[in-house]
Each structure stands twice: as structure tokens, then as C-alpha cells.
């Protein structure tokens, strides 16, 4: 949320601020943080390509990534459980932050040692080692969060979360267009693919990711998580991990075992409707992933009635936070709220998934997209990210949260463009500038809108539940997107991610008509 400076606020006290150590720790962890995301999505994606697996298959690895949009399931487990060793030597979160760096790392490691190109098993490990990237790199997300808030006092939370998206985002430049530089400078291309140039970027990347580890073993623990020790019994904590251990393996059974189900139901569907076979597929596999959700809750539900896990524990954890969102802002406009959380990024996220495959199938070299599309978008995004500051601050969230929208679908459409002129350098970079900017400055009055949601009482697992939807959606639709290229091209498809902005901004008229009174933001 931006807010102004107190009048008492100087330039020396600015500047003592940004030196401030815990402000310049937030750029390291966000660093850290920043890596392993493209390693799923854009990176993975032209490793790929290259290695000649289809684009349907390439665009599914995106749902790798789910970790992200349900994080907010362990967060609790995150912020209740300690650590056998760990936790009495580092503290709650630091030892949270240094699994889950480690985590990340053998999950890299993990994908670097794996050839995509030795048949259908191969596809399979590799699916599993970024699904194990994707949990890892949403763990050390939620330790951040946590460790954010509670390390500074309030006033310096806004210096803090600037020095953490800049960090962020140059450990994405990293991780995209560094590891494509790397690619090529060791060796591979897509007229010529070397799986030992892939293996040896992703094992750089992991050793990239020491930077984080680094810091976590120089900070000191936040005085509020040394003061505040954990309230529950050893048995109580390992019946609270049981609880979720048991959750996770009925989703995990449930998904896996309908399989055979959803290949049917495709198969009839095929049959049986045509053409619409696409749609319909996609149905059924967004059925299939809400019916392990629904086998996991229940299964949840009957071992805390039966007693497995403390029930005021798990009340504490997972339904408190629900219910103090929809107290503060009643039903109705809770609903809409969520929905709009949801689906506000759905045009950027599900066009950003098949981007770098659309790069490559427009002609341009990998070291033209690590430069206009990364590179230069990066700049383009921190421009955009400050212009959203300023007219977020003057004009207030919703507005410019309405203009975000407006520009995010406009923007999608400058892609046809593109896709209609071929390999032009000077358009993709006009497209790159354009899409970034306007990217920047949605998300800065995006993060001030999930900002005035949360209730510091529940903050951590409250934003890691908002964080979470934000981009479930997207994902699961972006996990076709690949398809609906092959099926429409990529005209057809850009057109369609507009369309889909236009929805977003009737909500966001109807949200801030319901809760103008309740935000206290402008």
C-alpha cells in the first residue's frame, strides 16, 4: 500500500533507510527468490522446445508451477511446525528459509541431470523435479513473507517489499535471460541441441541460489518469532504434519488414480462432440484436480473429528483467517473480492506461458529474446512499477487497477501484431516495452490492493491464500494454451487472452462500488 511520508521524514533519514540492513537483506532474499520461477516456466520452456517435445507438452509443465496458487495449504504447516535441530539453531523462520533454499537447489540439480530427450520416462522425471521446484520455491516464499513482515517495525515494511521486488526481479533476468545466454554460450541451439549446455546452465542456476543460503546464515532471527515460542505439545506437531501428510497423499492418490477416468471421458468426449474435444478435455482435467482438492478436504475433515490432529489447532491455522476476511467485509463482497483476485492477472499470465515458445517460433534467436524480452522488459517493468507508485498514490487503488486491466487486455492485442509482421526486432521490442510497462504498473496497485485485504493478524497465511488464487486460474488455463495455439494460431489465441481482461474489469467496477467504504486505501 502506498502511503505518504511523515512530514518530520529528511533526506538523511531517507537515505539511513535504504541502507537500512534489513532493507538490503530483502534484496538478497528477493534474489533468492526471484530464481526458480522461470526455471519452470520460460527457460524450461525453450530447453525444451529445443530438445523437440511438442508444444502442447511444453505449455502442460506450466501447471509444474500449481505449487504456487496453492501454497497457502502448508503455509500454516510453514508457520506452525519447527524443525527437528534446525529450528533450535537458526530460529522459526531461518530454518524454514534454509530447508527450503536447500530444497531448491536438489530440485534444480535435479532438472539439470535429466535429458527430456531419452522418451516418455524422461518427460516424467522431469515433470516431477520441477513440481518439486515449483513446492520448494513456494515454501521459501511463504518463510519470506513471513520474515518480512515481522523483521522491521511497520514503518519501514514499504522500503523493505521495494528492495524485495527489485531483488526479485533481478534474480528472474538472471535465471531467463542469463541462463539463455549461458545456453548459448555453452553450446546449444535449436538447429543444433546439447543437452550437456542445458544440464551445465541449470547447475550454475543452483549455484546461484548459494546467494540465498549466504544470507539466511548471516541475518539474525526476527526478535518477534525469538519472543514468541510455539504454544503446542511434540505430539500435537506431528499429528498437525500427519494431518497434512495424510491430505496430500488422497490428492496425490485421487488425481493419479483417474487418470484412466479422465483418458475415457476425453476419449468419449472426442467421440461423441468433434471439434469441441479441447474445451471438453479441459473440463475434465479442471474436474479431476477439484475432485483430489475435495478428497483431501473431506479425508482432512474426518481425521480431525476423529481426533488425528488438534482441532484447535487446525481452527487456529485454516479456518480463522477465512472467517475474519468474511466478517470484515460480509459475504457479497467477499465473493467478488476473491473473484477478483483471481482472475485479475489471467490475461498476462496465460499469454506469458506460451511466450517464449511463440519467440522462437516467430525466428528470433535465443539471444534477441534474453535481450528485448528480458532484459529490456525488465528495465520497462521497474519504469512501469514506478509510474503505478505515483499514480496509485495520486488517483487511488481501484482506478488504476481499472486502467491495469484496460491496458493488460490492449497490450495482448499489440501481440497479433507481431505474430503478423514475422521476425522484426524493432516491433518486438516496441511490443516488449509496451506489454512491461503496463505490466508494472498494474501489479504495483495490485499489490496494494491484496496489501489492504489482509488483516495483520493473519497475515501470512492471508497473503499466501491471496497470492495463491491470484494465480490459480491463470495457470490452469494456461496449461492449454499451447493447444489452443496449435488448434487456432497464435492470432486467434492473442485476441482470446484480450478477451479474457474484459470480464476483470467489471469487477473491479463492482468492487470498488461495494468496498470503497471498507478500504481504507486510495
Known sequence: MVEKNGGGTGKRDMLRVWIHPQVLTML?????????????????????????????????????????????????????????????????????MLLSQFSVILAI??????????????LVFMALAAVFLGFSSATQDIVIDAYRIECVEESLQAMLASTYVAGYRIGMLVAGAGSLYLASWFGTSRQVYDVGAWR?????????????????????????????????????????????????????????????????????????????????????????????????????????????????????????????????????????????VGFYRISDIVLGVVSNVFYLDMGFSKNVIATVTKTFGLLMTLVGGFLGGLLTYRFGVYRILFLGGILAAAT??????????????????????????????????????????????????????????????PKLIGGYSGTVVSTFGYETFFLMTALLGLPVLVLIWFAGRLAENKLKIR
Not at 79 to 89: A, E, I, Q, V, Y
Not at 210 to 236: F, H, M
Not at 433 to 451: I, K, M, P, R
Open 200 to 340: 551445465l546452465t541449470y547447475l550454475v542456476m543452483a549455484a546461484v541460489m548459494l546467494v540465498g543460503v549466504v544470507t539466511t546464515c548471516l541475518i539474525a532471527e526476527p526478535e518477534k518469532t525469538t519472543r514468541n515460542s510455539y504454544r503446542y505439545s511434540v505430539p500435537q506437531y506431528i499429528r498437525f504434519f500427519v494431518l497434512f501428510l495424510l491430505a496430500g497423499t488422497c490428492f496425490a492418490s485421487c488425481f493419479f488414480l483417474t487418470a484412466p477416468l479422465a483418458v475415457w471421458c476425453k476419449e468419449v468426449a472426442g467421440e461423441s462432440f468433434g471439434v469441441h474435444v479441447r474445451l471438453l478435455s479441459f473440463l475434465v482435467e479442471t474436474g479431476r484436480l477439484f475432485l483430489a482438492l475435495a478428497t483431501a478436504a473431506v479425508a482432512a475433515w474426518l481425521a480431525v473429528r476423529a481426533g488425528l490432529a488438534d482441532r484447535d489447532m487446525v481452527r487456529e491455522s485454516y479456518v480463522e483467517p477465512v472467517r475474519d476476511f468474511f466478517v470484515r467485509y460480509g459475504g457479497k463482497t467477499a465473493i467478488l473480492l476473491l473473484l477478483l
Open 109 to 122: 540439480c535435479w532438472m539439470g541431470l535429466t535429458d527430456p530427450t531419452r522418451g516418455e520416462s524422461s
Open 28 to 96: 538478497f532474499l528477493g534474489f533468492s527468490a526471484g530464481i526458480p520461477i522461470l526455471l519452470i516456466f520460460s527457460t524450461l520452456s525453450v530447453w525444451l522446445r529445443e530438445a523437440g517435445v511438442s508444444r502442447s507438452a511444453v505449455t502442460f509443465f506450466s501447471w509444474a508451477a500449481l505449487g504456487y496458487s496453492f501454497k497457502f495449504i502448508w503455509a500454516p504447516l510453514v508457520d506452525k511446525l519447527p524443525l527437528p535441530l534446525l529450528t533450535r539453531m537458526l530460529g522459526r523462520r531461518r530454518s524454514w
Open 412 to 473: 495482448n492485442l499489440l501481440f497479433m501484431l507481431l505474430a503478423r509482421s514475422g521476425n522484426d526486432v524493432t516491433l518486438l521490442a516496441v511490443v516488449i516495452g509496451a506489454d512491461n510497462l503496463c505490466a508494472g504498473l498494474a501489479s504495483t496497485a495490485f499489490v496494494a490492493f491484496l496489501s489492504s485485504l489482509t488483516n495483520i493478524s493473519f497475515t501470512a497465511v492471508q497473503y499466501a491464500l491471496f497470492s495463491s488464487l491470484m494465480t490459480l486460474f
